[in-house]
């Protein structure tokens, strides 16, 4: 099993920068493709970014050139740095892995941090 703890969100200005981060138990996480999604009130989760174990970087079409996905695997850790931050940015911001067992994939969530984007 993965617990996740995501980190960092709050209330910022129109153009801020928020860092989320998210840390992660147990002694696989390296090995893990980690990532952020998204929910807003009345809409669908979205994937924000996602990171292979490798360090390869998947953004969605919304924050490609806004935001940042990392992780540091030393600290069970990734982070979401977001720039230029916008009102249509505020969310809950979850943390995400999949393991494929042998009877079938699982999905683990975060408890969410809320991310809020306002004058």
């Not at 138990?25 to 090995?31: A, D, H, L, V």
């Not at 806004?66 to 990734?78: F, G, L, M």
């Amino acid at each position: 099993q993965v617990q996740l703890v995501e980190s960092g969100g709050g209330l910022v200005q129109p153009g801020g920068s928020l860092r989320l981060s998210c840390v992660g138990s147990g002694n696989i996480f390296s090995i893990l493709t980690m990532g952020w999604y998204r929910q807003a009130p009345g809409k669908q989760r979205e994937l924000v970014a996602s990171i292979t174990s490798g360090g390869s970087a998947n953004y969605a079409d919304s924050m490609t050139g806004r935001c940042t996905i990392s992780r540091d695997n030393a600290k069970n850790t990734v982070y979401l740095q977001m720039n230029s931050l916008k009102p249509e940015d505020t969310a809950v911001y979850y943390c995400n892995t999949r393991i494929t067992y042998y009877n079938g994939p699982r999905d683990y969530w975060g408890q969410g941090t809320q991310v809020t984007v306002s004058s």
